[in-house]
């Protein structure tokens, strides 16, 4: 049985738009509903971040908005915990609020270029997907709404060092 079964079948209420107006932690954990997406909402929610990003961007030095994603961090514990304890499944595959603070971390590291920014992309869906250890470790020891947010912490911070190494080249 795949991991998307196992959490279909667990699942105690089926999330849809519906869902997502009930509570504003859910509209924030499924990422403005792009966790809905049938098909890699993981994605979908990493892409969420880049519009977040180039608005925040115009208004401030990225440093600034690196120290912005600590509250969103915390933030999203909570917003994890409330959503995944809701649908009674922790790490449901449509909450996506973890991609979207880690890929506004990455993006804080990537050159402002088209190609800086699809590789911040690249290397951080890679990360997140593969789950190199000890990113593996922490999704699968670390539950609940810091699990979550955890291990794409970690899978932003495998991104970052890659990212500092070819933006020179960039």
């Known amino acids: 049985m795949s991991a998307a079964t196992k959490q279909s079948t667990s699942l105690k209420i ?3 738009w519906a869902f ?3 509570n504003p ?3 924030l954990a499924f990422g403005f509903g792009a966790g809905l997406a049938k098909k890699a909402p993981g994605t979908w929610g990493t892409l969420v971040a880049l519009p977040i990003f180039a608005l925040l961007q115009i208004m401030l030095p990225n440093p600034v908005i ?3 994603c600590i509250p969103l961090f915390a933030l999203g514990i909570w ?3 409330v959503t995944g304890r809701t649908l009674g499944v922790s790490d449901y595959g449509g909450i996506v609020f973890d991609e979207i603070v880690a890929m506004l971390m990455v993006l804080c590291f990537a050159p402002a270029t088209p ?3 699809l590789l911040a992309f690249v290397l951080f869906r890679f990360f997140d997907i593969v789950k ?3 990113i593996r470790w922490f999704d699968q020891q670390v539950k609940g709404g810091l699990g979550v947010m955890l291990d794409d912490l970690i899978a932003a911070v495998f991104a970052i060092v890659p990212l500092l190494l070819f933006s020179a080249f960039l």
């Open 14 to 16: 089926a999330p849809d």
């Open 79 to 81: 917003v994890c915990e």
């Open 25 to 27: 932690a859910h509209m």
């Open 66 to 68: 690196f120290s912005f």
């Open 115 to 117: 190609l800086g920014w």
């Open 132 to 134: 190199p250890w000890p």
């Open 20 to 22: 997502l107006r009930q």
